[in-house]
């Protein structure tokens, strides 16, 4: 057996010991937090519109789907749920949605406690990839299908025939006009002007709605009575929501005459017209072309804008994730990897995981080795400061406080062999001040042909690839047997082979625990 499949072969066993360790303080967390919740009170959190706590998903197999989710989510936010497929964000949806029970944790909405609530009892409308439109009904049936059978809280009203005789009044002459000119109107006009009418029917049932003298009570107040949505409110709220939405023209048509962003809207509009206090959306986007991607990514951002609705956003796609968020959550195989500002999360990221998947192209990741208060990458040298002299120190210290803490509460002699050894690689970093690291720096950050004291040392390098993309190059070379991407403005034209001088910037670097791989600054 060679020395690299030998080193391989290690990596992998170490990984999945890792992997071990981690489901096993998972499944401890879980059983912890079960045993806590059946003690303590269903308390609802202060602050937090939807609230998750401890949030496990377990399914019949023993496939350990969600581990220990939690989130608090202000009224109005836009959250944005991100990571590779499988990772857990969609069963996450579901169970807030009610359409897959909680194994374990605590679910709040709107100060209630929801972990028992029916789906239609949460509050809650949910958007699906497959738009799961009827294809045998029309657009405004598709939208009123949620909305039939509903009971509302409404005032007591009688019956005003003055207000009726002049809602009537006010249609009966575009009615008649619109008879006329469809008798008249040739095969290929006859269409709208039927679509016409039918909503000029609807805006008529939408207006009559609202007649009626309130009730009293015996404090003057209106008496409010709880009753089934009428066709009338069915209709207004539809047509405030299709004109919204831009599709009141398609009303009157079957999902199977739309385009793919038209069925969006209308997906949308079924969760909307149900007045929701939280919008699911299961990666509603990933069905569309690119261009059409990019227009209905403004447009629901300027939607969340208007209705300043509370939205949870499904995706795999980190760019919406980072054009839409108010904040994202970053996941990766079942656990919550980084909650932060689409800033915050690419500009620090907690781990060696969101480094790479958030931002496009990757960040750049070489294997280094930090002794004293400098860094060497191969031969190359790069002194540090003193503040992150400073945070490496910190990091290593903390990390070895944290071990001393787990150590008394773990059960298994295989979990304290894993922390001993753990605890013994950071003693001996501490010691002898050499620290194995991951070093990471984003594509634009490596800066062409600069110098100066915001940078270190420029190098010269072989470009293999340059890729023009319109005001800048993305530029391939090797460094230390890899291959590393730049990105750099389009300054001048930057050959395939071409020899160029590049340097790292400064605030520019990163680096990560080998082993755990989090970030130390």
């Known amino acids: 057996m060679s020395k690299q499949t030998r080193q391989e072969l290690s990596k992998l066993y170490t990984q999945e010991r890792k992997e071990r360790k981690r489901k096993d303080q998972a499944f401890r967390q879980m059983e912890k937090q079960e045993k806590a919740a059946k003690k303590a009170p269903h308390l609802a959190p202060n602050g937090s519109f939807l609230c998750c706590r401890g949030i496990h998903k377990v399914y019949s197999n023993r496939v350990h789907a969600v581990y220990d989710f939690n989130l608090d989510v202000k009224e109005g936010e836009f959250i944005v749920l991100v990571g590779p497929s499988g990772c857990g964000k969609s069963t996450t949806l579901r169970m807030i949605a009610g359409l897959e029970d909680i194994s374990q944790g605590e679910l709040w909405i709107d100060g209630k406690y929801a972990n028992g609530l029916e789906p239609k009892q949460r509050g809650v409308a949910m958007v699906f990839q497959s738009y799961a439109l009827y294809p045998h009904l029309s657009v405004y049936e598709n939208l009123a299908f949620g909305l039939r059978g509903t009971k509302i809280e409404a005032p007591e009203k009688t ?68 009753r089934k949505i009428s066709s009338g409110e069915i209709a207004e709220r539809i ?168 150590l008394p509460e773990m059960e298994k002699e295989e979990e304290k062999n894993l922390l001993l050894e753990e605890k013994s690689r950071i003693e001996k970093a501490l010691s002898e001040g050499v620290y194995p690291v991951y070093f990471g720096i984003r594509p634009e950050d490596i800066l062409l042909e600069e110098e100066g004291e915001d940078c270190f040392p420029k190098m010269e390098i072989t470009c293999q690839v340059s890729e023009l993309l319109g005001a800048e190059y993305y530029l391939h070379f090797p460094f230390l047997n890899q291959e590393m991407i730049a990105k750099v403005p389009n300054k001048r034209a930057i050959a395939h082979g071409e020899k160029i001088g590049v340097s790292f910037k400064k605030k520019g670097i990163h680096l990560f625990d080998i082993d755990t791989e989090e970030r130390i600054f």
């Open 159 to 226: 019956p005003d025939p003055e207000e009726e005789s002049r809602v009537e009044k006010e249609f009966s002459e575009e009615e008649k006009r619109l008879k006329e000119a469809i008798s008249s109107a040739s095969k290929e006009e006859k269409p709208a002007l039927l679509c016409q009418r039918k909503i000029l029917h609807w805006k008529k049932k939408a207006a009559l709605s609202k007649t009626g003298k309130p009730i009293l009570g015996e404090s003057g107040a209106p008496l409010i009575k709880r």
């Open 239 to 406: 047509l405030k929501t299709a004109s919204s939405l831009q599709i009141e023209d398609y009303l009157t048509r079957k999902p199977t005459q739309l385009s793919g962003g038209q069925c969006q809207r209308v997906a949308l509009g079924r969760a909307m017209v149900r007045n929701a206090k939280v919008f699911l959306l299961d990666e509603p986007l990933s069905n569309l072309d690119a261009k059409l991607r990019v227009q209905m990514r403004s447009e629901l951002v300027q939607l969340h804008e208007k209705l300043g609705t509370t939205m949870l956003y499904v995706t795999h796609d980190q760019t919406e994730a980072m054009t839409m968020a108010d904040r994202i959550v970053v996941m990766k195989d079942g656990l919550v990897q980084q909650i932060g500002t689409p800033m915050e999360v690419y500009q620090t990221p907690k781990n060696v995981f969101v480094a790479t998947f958030i931002g496009s192209p990757n960040m750049n990741l070489l294997q280094g080795t930090v002794k004293g208060s400098t860094l060497f990458l191969g031969e190359k040298e790069y002194p540090l400061d003193e503040e992150e002299k400073n945070s490496l120190h910190s990091f290593y210290e903390g990390k070895k406080s944290q071990i001393a803490s787990a």
